[in-house]
């Protein structure tokens, strides 16, 4: 079952499944309320949604694992589990499998139960928790990267070096392959429940952080014997790349997952609703942008737009270029970022052109706009005079051309050039526009001009100074902030949302008490999908859609994949920074 349609988004009816329904949980004792049919065909249709039944079906095919086969059938199937999973995220209950039993021998309804299609042989809770606790090991073994790890109790030292030892790396990055696939199949399947009109609202526009869930009170010390009951996690930090030296700058024991969400680039923008589009769990600090490109898989395999890729200083200018800059471009992205203190000034050229904090300039542009942040954060300018600077940058900066190429290339021409010139040269005396008012006047013209001062307009390729490049507005100006922050506040928000006790409650590790990475990242995956689910509800409730008729906006053409692109692919040209580096 594939989770897009014939238009990149999938069917509308799917929608009315999901909220032409009554609220279905009548009370707050979480093991007495009854759930009935309306509260289960909302969790089925998101199961149904994400085809990722028919996953776990292929997936045992290939490991030579067919239940069909022959044997007794299972009298809890990968679907019914599932949905009674999703129904408990969904209310937002902790997510024990006593607590799926309670759902099943006291909660669920006649028809609801029926509907479900579970036997009624017994309300045995013993019998039924046994059932339970296997189907859900079952969905799990065929996307755990780490088969055959025990977790009934806490390695030595030596034990787990013989464990990560004997860990296979292939298998490892298959199955870690196949849980990204089959967590944002999920989270994908919430964000498909969006109506169309306000889907095609979205330019495509992308925020991208990495947030922190507390795995157990004891993590693995450097003094202790024992490892950690959850030994793949590892410890958190705030600052940085978040990742912890245990007594010296680690705050807990964490997973971190990364998180990508819509958004968009103009601040108060209400005309979508902004969910999150893909997930990616890891250990702290490590491989954070493997993790992060991992989490785009969902829009990077679908027929959506490309607007602009937005993240902390962790990914511009923090990343090696072949880890985030390169990949994400190729994808057809615009990066904007923040500059790091004692990075900014000039920081690469091309073809004349000069790449100073993140923007791309005219060769000519005055020393002192130039050094203008580098003398600010060294207190030699105030605040007033630097602000004067930036906007007098804007006179000189390079004008784009033509956007993003499928190369990932931008054709940028000279300020001094056509319409809209912003400043006046000796070499473009030709190709001013005469009715254009008052421009700067350049005055240091190039000794030995070339590139863009003789061309006019020039192509800057992926590899020009690709770790510091932007293609937003000029940097630490008042329209830098509204497409850098409104992202940002969006990311930020949902990260609350789901750690807070206010929301799904993520950060209390005894509401997701198995163990095991891929138990861990599958409850995440649950936990998003619940909140996607929280933001829709609310935003088509609100009262001005009601009658909301509104046209939709054209979408601008862009570069578009046109395939699903595995995390192996995306991560083709720096194969040393791969998945199976988090069980290190």
Same mark, same amino acid.
């Given at each position: 079952?594939?989770?897009?349609?014939?238009?990149?988004?999938?069917?509308?009816?799917?929608?009315?499944?999901?909220?032409?329904?009554?609220?279905?949980?009548?009370?707050?004792?979480?093991?007495?309320?009854?759930?009935?049919?309306?509260?289960?065909?909302?969790?089925?249709?998101?199961?149904?949604?994400?085809?990722?039944?028919?996953?776990?079906?292929?997936?045992?095919?290939?490991?030579?694992?067919?239940?069909?086969? +022959?044997?007794?059938?299972?009298?809890?199937?990968?679907?019914?589990?599932?949905?009674?999973?999703?129904?408990?995220?969904?209310?937002?209950?902790?997510?024990?499998?006593?607590?799926?039993?309670?759902?099943?021998?006291?909660?669920?309804?006649?028809?609801?139960?029926?509907?479900?299609?579970?036997?009624?042989?017994?309300?045995?809770?013993?019998?039924?928790?046994?059932?339970?606790?296997?189907?859900?090991?079952?969905?799990?073994?065929?996307?755990?990267?780490?088969?055959?790890?025990?977790?009934?109790?806490?390695?030595?030292?030596?034990?787990?070096?013989?464990?990560?030892?004997?860990?296979?790396?292939?298998?490892?990055?298959?199955?870690?392959?196949?849980?990204?696939?089959?967590?944002?199949?999920?989270?994908?399947?919430?964000?498909?429940?969006?109506p169309e009109k306000f889907r095609?609202?979205?330019?495509?526009?992308?925020?991208?952080?990495?947030?922190?869930?507390?795995?157990?009170?004891?993590?693995?010390?450097?003094?202790?014997?024992?490892?950690?009951?959850?030994? !793949?996690?590892?410890?958190?930090?705030?600052?940085?790349?978040?990742?912890?030296?245990?007594?010296?700058?680690?705050?807990?024991?964490?997973?971190?997952?990364?998180?990508?969400?819509?958004?968009?680039?103009?601040?108060?923008?209400?005309?979508?609703?902004?969910?999150?589009?893909?997930?990616?769990?890891?250990?702290?600090?490590?491989?954070?942008?493997?993790?992060?490109?991992?989490?785009?898989?969902?829009?990077?395999?679908?027929?959506?737009?490309? +607007?602009?890729?937005?993240?902390?200083?962790?990914?511009?200018? +923090?990343?090696?270029?072949?880890?985030?800059?390169?990949?994400?471009?190729?994808?057809?992205?615009?990066?904007?970022?923040?500059?790091?203190?004692?990075?900014?000034?000039?920081?690469?050229?091309?073809?004349?052109?000069?790449?100073?904090?993140?923007?791309?300039?005219?060769?000519?542009?005055?020393?002192?706009?130039?050094?203008?942040?580098?003398?600010?954060?060294?207190?030699?300018?105030?605040?007033?005079?630097?602000?004067?600077?930036?906007?007098?940058?804007?006179?000189?900066?390079?004008?784009?051309?033509?956007?993003?190429?499928?190369?990932?290339?931008?054709?940028?021409?000279?300020?001094?050039?056509?319409?809209?010139?912003?400043?006046?040269?000796?070499?473009?005396?030709?190709?001013? !526009?005469?009715?254009?008012?008052?421009?700067?006047?350049?005055?240091?013209?190039?000794?030995?001009?070339?590139?863009?001062?003789?061309?006019?307009?020039?192509?800057?390729?992926?590899?020009?100074?690709?770790?510091?490049?932007?293609?937003?507005?000029?940097?630490?100006?008042?329209?830098?902030?509204?497409?850098?922050?409104?992202?940002?506040?969006?990311?930020?928000?949902?990260?609350?949302?789901?750690?807070?006790?206010?929301?799904?409650?993520?950060?209390?590790?005894?509401?997701?008490?198995?163990?095991?990475?891929?138990?861990?990242?599958?409850?995440?995956?649950?936990?998003?999908?619940? !909140?996607?689910?929280?933001?829709?509800?609310?935003?088509?409730?609100?009262?001005?859609?009601?009658?909301?008729?509104?046209?939709?906006?054209?979408r601008r053409p862009r570069h578009?994949? +046109?395939?699903?692109?595995?995390?192996?692919?995306?991560?083709?040209?720096?194969?040393?920074?791969a998945p199976g580096e988090v069980?290190?």
């Amino acid at each position: 079952m594939t989770i897009l349609g014939t238009n990149g988004w999938g069917a509308d009816d799917y929608v009315g499944s999901l909220f032409d329904v009554p609220e279905a949980v009548h009370s707050i004792d979480r093991r007495t309320t009854s759930v009935d049919v309306a509260a289960l065909n909302q969790a089925r249709s998101l199961v149904k949604q994400a085809g990722v039944v028919e996953l776990l079906a292929e997936w045992r095919a290939e490991d030579g694992a067919d239940p069909l086969r +022959g044997g007794r059938p299972h009298l809890v199937t990968d679907e019914q589990v599932l949905t009674l999973l999703m129904v408990l995220m969904l209310d937002n209950s902790p997510m024990h499998i006593t607590r799926v039993r309670d759902l099943v021998c006291h909660r669920l309804t006649k028809r609801a139960h029926d509907a479900l299609g579970l036997t009624r042989d017994s309300r045995d809770e013993a019998a039924w928790y046994f059932r339970l606790w296997r189907a859900f090991r079952r969905v799990l073994a065929p996307i755990d990267p780490y088969p055959g790890q025990q977790y009934h109790r806490r390695y030595t030292k030596e034990e787990w070096k013989a464990v990560v030892a004997a860990r296979t790396p292939e298998v490892t990055s298959q199955r870690q392959d196949r849980l990204h696939r089959f967590t944002n199949q999920l989270v994908w399947a919430s964000v498909m429940a969006m109506p169309e009109k306000f889907r095609d609202n979205w330019d495509g526009t992308i925020c991208v952080d990495g947030t922190s869930f507390k795995a157990t009170w004891r993590g693995t010390a450097t003094r202790g014997s024992r490892v950690s009951s959850e030994p !793949d996690a590892g410890w958190y930090r705030r600052d940085g790349d978040h990742k912890g030296i245990e007594g010296k700058d680690a705050i807990e024991w964490s997973w971190e997952a990364a998180l990508v969400t819509m958004a968009s680039p103009v601040m108060g923008d209400e005309r979508f609703p902004k969910l999150l589009v893909g997930m990616s769990l890891g250990q702290p600090g490590v491989a954070p942008r493997t993790h992060a490109l991992a989490a785009l898989q969902n829009v990077a395999s679908a027929d959506v737009p490309r +607007g602009y890729a937005i993240g902390d200083k962790l990914y511009l200018p +923090g990343s090696k270029p072949e880890t985030w800059q390169e990949p994400v471009r190729k994808l057809g992205y615009r990066l904007i970022g923040d500059q790091i203190k004692g990075q900014t000034g000039v920081q690469g050229t091309h073809d004349g052109a000069l790449l100073v904090d993140g923007n791309w300039y005219c060769p000519a542009m005055p020393r002192p706009l130039v050094e203008a942040t580098t003398e600010y954060d060294k207190g030699k300018v105030d605040a007033e005079t630097y602000a004067a600077r930036l906007r007098r940058r804007g006179e000189y900066i390079l004008r784009e051309k033509e956007g993003p190429r499928p190369d990932a290339s931008v054709r940028y021409k000279c300020p001094a050039v056509g319409l809209g010139a912003t400043c006046e040269c000796p070499l473009r005396k030709r190709d001013v !526009d005469p009715g254009k008012g008052r421009r700067a006047k350049v005055l240091d013209v190039p000794d030995e001009p070339r590139g863009i001062c003789t061309k006019g307009s020039i192509t800057i390729p992926l590899s020009a100074a690709t770790k510091h490049a932007q293609q937003g507005p000029q940097w630490n100006t008042e329209a830098w902030h509204e497409a850098y922050n409104s992202p940002r506040q969006t990311i930020e928000s949902h990260n609350k949302f789901l750690k807070d006790s206010s929301g799904m409650q993520l950060g209390d590790h005894s509401r997701r008490l198995v163990r095991g990475f891929a138990a861990q990242a599958f409850i995440v995956a649950l936990a998003v999908v619940a !909140d996607n689910i929280r933001v829709l509800k609310s935003f088509l409730t609100r009262p001005e859609r009601a009658n909301d008729d509104n046209p939709t906006p054209p979408r601008r053409p862009r570069h578009r994949p +046109g395939r699903w692109t595995s995390l192996s692919e995306l991560l083709a040209a720096n194969p040393s920074n791969a998945p199976g580096e988090v069980a290190a």
